[in-house]
């Protein structure tokens, strides 16, 4: 079946800008998180959705951050005033949880440059 | 969160047996061990999950002593396809799973 879609797959813009990254989780995923991975780094956690409460905000680096999840399915993370540390791929991935969560799958990024 | 500790960098031929082994040294009673493949500009994809004993899918096995204090993903008969980066995590699984991914086993399988 259809995995976790991302848009775009690549984002160039210039430092100051807004930008906006797009998620469409797998179907029935109650669970939807957002990563940054930086050039040959591991994967730091932003936030989390799951289902209708209010999402876990904790890994957010700034306020310049914020995303939101309509419908319980498709998400938006939205970078205001980008700078040039912001540039990394942004990994969205979803799951099923509850009282076993399971794994979550990724989709492939959006490659994100601040020039 | 329990964390891990996997060897930077291993290098193999195909049709080898390759066996990568993460410490972890902290795991919690209602952790789980999971591990993910990374290939250059993708997202990581789901290998394998365990919580002890051992765990065989059609892709490797996961070997995870007693104490769980570490465990060893298994790849059989590696091929070319299989270099990659290979994370080994650990996490409830239950309600929020905050994954800390390290940086992983770079694997290198050569011709």
């Known amino acids: 079946g259809a995995g976790v879609s991302q848009s775009p797959s690549n984002k160039v813009t210039e430092k100051g800008k807004d930008v906006e990254l797009r998620c469409d989780p797998i179907?029935?995923?109650?669970?939807l998180y957002w990563y940054r991975q930086s050039l040959g780094q591991g994967l730091e956690f932003l936030i989390y959705?799951?289902?209708?409460?209010?999402?876990?905000k904790s890994g957010l680096p700034s306020d310049r951050f914020s995303a939101e999840r309509t419908g319980g399915s498709v998400s938006t993370l939205t970078i205001q005033r980008t700078q040039q540390e912001d540039s990394a791929v942004y990994l969205c991935?979803?799951?099923?949880?509850?009282?076993?969560?399971?794994?979550?799958?990724f989709g492939d990024g959006t490659r994100l440059s601040i020039l | 969160l329990a964390k891990t500790t996997q060897p930077i960098s291993m290098d193999s031929y195909e049709g080898q047996e390759v066996n990568i082994t993460c410490s972890h040294n902290?795991?919690?009673?209602?952790?789980?061990i999971t591990w993910y493949q990374q290939f250059p500009s993708q997202g990581p994809r789901f290998i394998i999950q365990?919580?002890?004993t051992k765990v065989t899918n059609e892709v490797a096995s996961l070997f995870i002593p007693a104490d769980r204090k570490s465990s060893t993903l298994s790849l059989p008969r590696v091929s070319l396809s299989d270099t990659a980066v290979y994370y080994c995590?650990?996490?409830?699984?239950?309600?929020?799973?905050?994954?800390?991914f390290g940086t992983g086993t770079r694997l290198l399988v050569s011709p």
């Open positions: 991935a979803s799951g099923l949880s509850g009282t076993e969560t399971g794994p979550q799958h």
């Open positions: 179907s029935g995923h109650t669970a």
């Open positions: 959705f799951q289902g209708n409460s209010a999402p876990d």
């Open positions: 902290n795991i919690a009673t209602n952790d789980y």
């Open positions: 365990g919580y002890k």
């Open positions: 995590l650990v996490a409830q699984n239950t309600g929020f799973q905050k994954l800390v």
